[in-house]
């Protein structure tokens, strides 16, 4: 049997913004990237590290799945989530779907998927799945990824089934919009609010605002924290603006998206965040470049610098968000 949906297969920068821009383009809503990552209040930020992790972890939004929960929530769409230990009931659920009529999300370890660059292991990817055929899927990724991609149905399988961190038992995930739902943009200012209230208020100090301040200080050990230099900084550098993130670790997609919203609301506080948020992409692209620099040449010095823009960041992040949390105090007048 053969099923492909007609839908707009349109790639863009980050995997799980990429899959939801095809499922509400087929329930009417064509929003951006940056406005979908916005609204599902996708900015955070993490510092891991453990005796387990061959080399410490910078990530620059909420967890996999949370964007997706939280946009579904905030637009009032029904979120439809399926998960099973399976692999036939897995596949059943899809395919369903599919017949259906319905593209549907799902979230796998890309290690697995045929057409993928780069062969390691992660179990947060998200992509869109909008047809098979007897022998392949057929997926929405990443524009990096190749935007509509296929892959075998075997290869699909193994990458659902995989287990490890930040792997799903078999998800998959459809969105509805019921009739008389209000215009997202009505939504923007619940949206800014809690992300900056998250990231102001983060429950332990490797979170928000507080985890850039302790990335800063711990930057400077990494050459002795590297089992392999020259290996380990930039591949942490690239991740930091080739893996998904659309550049500066999610700062370009969130200084985007309050652009989009400062053409839409008459705000000051919404102006100042905007403004910090530009600055801050900049210097976070300066902190990979300067991590890539240090792994290559081995000069320490270049992780000093690092973690004094580091620093800068927590405080320009710091007051972006005091700004936008303050958004809700404001009368803002929606321009048409």
């Keep these: 049997m053969t099923t492909v949906l007609d839908i707009d297969a349109r790639g863009t920068r980050h995997c799980e913004t990429t899959a939801l821009g095809v499922l509400m383009r087929h329930q009417g809503f064509d929003l951006s990237e940056p406005m979908l990552f916005g609204l599902g209040s996708g900015l955070s930020f993490l510092y891991w590290d453990g005796k387990t992790m061959g080399f410490p972890f910078l990530g620059g939004r909420v967890k996999p799945f949370d964007l997706t929960r939280n946009l579904a929530a905030g637009l ?39 057409y993928f660059g780069s062969k390691v292991h992660f179990g947060g990817h998200v992509v869109a799945m909008y047809g098979y055929d007897e022998h392949d899927a057929y997926l929405v990724d990443t524009d990096q990824q190749g935007g509509a991609v296929s892959t075998s149905l075997t290869s699909l399988a193994r990458a659902r089934a995989a287990r490890g961190p930040m792997t799903s038992r078999h998800r998959s995930f459809t969105l509805t919009a019921p009739r008389g739902l209000p215009a997202p943009h009505r939504r923007i200012v619940p949206a800014i609010t809690a992300c900056a209230d998250a990231f102001l208020h983060p429950p332990i100090a490797n979170l928000g605002h507080r985890g ?31 893996a998904g993130t659309g550049g500066a670790l999610f700062r ?34 300066e902190v990979a470049a300067l991590i890539k620099e240090a792994g290559e040449s081995g000069d320490a010095r270049h992780l000093d610098r690092a973690g004094s823009i580091l620093g800068d960041l927590a405080r320009v992040e710091r007051q972006a968000m005091q700004a936008l949390s303050r958004l809700g105090t404001e009368a803002h007048v929606v321009q048409s």
């Excluded at 009931?89 to 319905?102: F, P, Y």
């Excluded at 050459?223 to 930091?240: E, G």
């Excluded at 997609?253 to 910090?276: I, K, M, V």
Aim: glycine fraction near 6%.
């Design 212 to 242: 850039i301040e302790k990335a800063g200080r711990l930057v400077r050990t990494w050459l002795r924290r590297a089992d392999d230099p020259q290996r380990d900084l930039p591949q942490a550098a690239l991740l930091m603006e080739r």
């Design 252 to 285: 370009n997609l969130y200084r985007d998206f309050l652009a989009e919203c400062a053409d839409l609301l008459d705000s000051g506080h919404l102006r100042t965040g905007h403004a910090l948020y530009a600055e801050a992409a900049v210097l976070w692209t």
């Design 76 to 114: 009032g769409l029904e979120l439809l989530v399926q998960e099973t230990a399976s692999p036939r009931k897995a596949w059943d659920n899809v395919a369903a779907a599919l017949d259906a009529g319905h593209p549907v999300g799902l979230q796998l370890d890309s290690h697995h998927l045929d």
